[in-house]
């Protein structure tokens, strides 16, 4: 796999992924109600993966009550098309 702009991927690389306030709450709200033991893993990697997804939301999110759930939740419906 390559990067057209840089050539081939540096997997060593980090990476920002830029996310609308609203789905970073959804995402922290959900991630919270998941037990990461219970889900189906095919390897250790995608549960470490899937970890550190959350921390980073973590980061931003804690702190966020239901009613910006809540908020954010009628935000993201109203984007959503034909759902």
């Known amino acids: 796999m390559t990067d057209d702009a840089t050539g081939p991927l540096d997997l060593d ?3 920002d992924i830029t996310l609308w306030a609203p789905d970073v709450v959804v995402l922290f709200h959900w991630l919270m109600e998941l037990d990461f033991d219970q889900l189906p893993f095919s390897h250790k990697a995608e549960k470490q993966a ?6 980073q939301v973590d980061h931003w999110a804690l702190g966020t009550t239901d009613s910006d759930l809540e908020q954010a939740r009628e935000m993201l419906a109203r984007t959503m098309d034909g759902e």
């Open 13 to 15: 690389s980090h990476v």
């Open 50 to 55: 899937l970890n550190d997804l959350f921390t």
